[in-house]
Nanobody
């Protein structure tokens, strides 16, 4: 129910913007986040954002990546600047959400989008 877009190939130092939006409706969405995973490693948290727009970043992306969200659209975005080869990964969006007032919250994931940073 989370649909991502915006991945691709970019040169070192370049920028990309990832988007993630709910394809259905949710009763409420609490925290949203971006994770990333490279082959052979566990999925790691990149940054989080609360419904009140409080954010928390991994040290490796602080100052380069910016997370934001649109509560009206149940969407979350990731602006990535000054990209490095080590940022290459599959990026996943995540949401803690209630599909109805009497269910959840549940953990929802996007399908993943590939980001490749290479010259």
């Amino acid at each position: 129910q989370l649909v991502e877009s915006g991945g691709g190939l970019v040169q070192p130092g370049g920028s990309l913007r990832l988007s993630c939006a709910a394809s259905g409706t949710f009763f409420s969405v609490a925290g949203m986040a971006w994770y990333r995973q490279v082959p052979g490693k566990q999925r790691g948290l990149v940054e989080t954002i609360t419904s009140g727009h409080n954010t928390n970043y991994a040290d490796s992306v602080k100052g380069r990546f910016t997370i934001s969200r649109d509560n009206a659209k149940n969407a979350v975005y990731l602006q990535m600047n000054s990209l490095k080869p080590e940022d290459t990964a599959v990026y996943y969006c995540n949401a803690q959400a209630r599909p109805t007032s009497w269910a959840g919250p549940f953990n929802y994931w996007g399908q993943g989008t590939q980001v490749t940073v290479s010259s």
